[in-house]
C-alpha cells in the first residue's frame, strides 16, 4: 500500500504553478522498535513531562517552548509565533534559483521526499519544471516548512518525480580535519598498487540495496520469534516415578496431625 502523502500544497516557478502532495521517501516503520515495560508487572511504562521544581505533572496545553537566556530564566515562545515567522513557505515551494546537480556536496543532503503532481490537471506544468531541470543538469533551490521549521530544500528530477532533499544549514556542516601535507606524504610505489586494484576489480559488483541489510535487525528478529515459541510451548508435568506410591496430601496432613496430638498426650 502506497504511503499517504504528509504534505500537500503547490509547487511553483514563475508564472508556473501546480498542485503537488509529498511523502517521506525513507521509513523506519518496518524496523524493530521497542517499548519501555515495567519488568515486575509487565506493563507498558507512561512517560510524563514533570514540573522541575514542584514535582507535578504537566498538562498537554500547558506546554510551551523556552529559549534559554541564562540561568534559570527562560523566552517563552508560543506555537503561533514560531508557525508565523515561516508562513510563507508553509504550502508553497517557491523554487528562487537554480544550481548544477554536482555543485552540492552530499554532505548536505539531509531527508529525501517524493514530489509528485496533486491533480490531473497539474501534470502537464509539474513535467515542465520537471524537464526544465533535467534537460540543463540543474537542480533547484527553495525554501520550504517541514515539521514545524523552514528548511533550505533541493529540487533534484528523477524518473518521472521530483525528490525533494531537505538541506542542512551552514552551520550544520563542519570544516574537513586537517590532512597531512602531500608534500611530506611516501609516494606510492605502482607495484604495491596492482593487487589492490585487482582486488577491487574482483569484488566489483553492480549496486543493490540487498548489499546493505541491517544483520542486527535481523538478529533481533530472531530472538523476537525465539522467545514467542517459547512462551506457545505448555510446560511439561513430571509424572510421578512407577515405583512411588502417589501420596494424597489431605491423608498425609491428617496423619501429621494424629502424630502431633499423640506428643502432646505423652
Known amino acids: 500500500m502506497a504511503p499517504r ?14 498542485a503537488v502532495s509529498m511523502t517521506p521517501a525513507t521509513t523506519g516503520t518496518d524496523r524493530i522498535h521497542f517499548h519501555m515495560m515495567n519488568r515486575k508487572t509487565g506493563h507498558r511504562v ?9 514535582g507535578r505533572a504537566v498538562a498537554d496545553d500547558d506546554l510551551v517552548k523556552g529559549f534559554p537566556r541564562g540561568g ?15 508562513l510563507e513557505s508553509t504550502r508553497t515551494i517557491d523554487i528562487e534559483r537554480f544550481v548544477d546537480i554536482g555543485d552540492i556536496g552530499w554532505l548536505w543532503y539531509d531527508t529525501p521526499h517524493y514530489l509528485v503532481p ?30 514545524r521549521r ?13 525528490v525533494v532533499w531537505t538541506l542542512r544549514y551552514g552551520d550544520e556542516v563542519r570544516d574537513p580535519p586537517d590532512y597531512p601535507p602531500t608534500e611530506k606524504a611516501p609516494e606510492p610505489q605502482r607495484p604495491d598498487l596492482v593487487p589492490l586494484d585487482t582486488l577491487i576489480s574482483e569484488r566489483l559488483r553492480p549496486w543493490s540495496p540487498e548489499m ?6 535481523a538478529h533481533l528478529q530472531a530472538i523476537i520469534d525465539a522467545k514467542k515459541r517459547a512462551r506457545k510451548k505448555p510446560a511439561k508435568s513430571t509424572p ?13 496432613l491428617k496423619a501429621s496431625l494424629k502424630s502431633s496430638a499423640k506428643d502432646l498426650k505423652s
Not at 519544471?129 to 517541514?146: C, K, Y
Not at 523552514?150 to 521530483?162: F, S, W
Not at 546493505?212 to 535487525?217: L, S, T
Request: net charge negative; glycine share 6%; proline share 6%.
Open 72 to 86: 534559570d530564566r527562560f523566552v517563552l515562545l508560543e506555537d503561533d509565533e514560531l508557525d508565523a515567522v515561516a
Open 118 to 147: 496533486d491533480e490531473a490537471v497539474g501534470e502537464e506544468a509539474f513535467a515542465v519544471i520537471r524537464d526544465a531541470m533535467h534537460d540543463t543538469g540543474t537542480v533547484g533551490i527553495a525554501r520550504l516548512v517541514l515539521y
Open 212 to 217: 546493505i541489510q541491517d544483520p542486527v535487525e
Open 150 to 162: 523552514e528548511h533550505a530544500v533541493l529540487l533534484e528530477p528523477r524518473g518521472k518525480g521530483i
Open 240 to 252: 510421578p516415578a512407577p515405583d512411588q506410591p502417589v501420596v494424597n496430601i489431605m491423608d498425609a
Open 46 to 54: 507512561v512517560v510524563q513531562y514533570v514540573d522541575a521544581v514542584t
Open 5 to 18: 502523502p504528509f504534505w500537500t500544497g503547490h509547487l511553483k516557478l514563475s508564472l508556473v504553478t501546480c
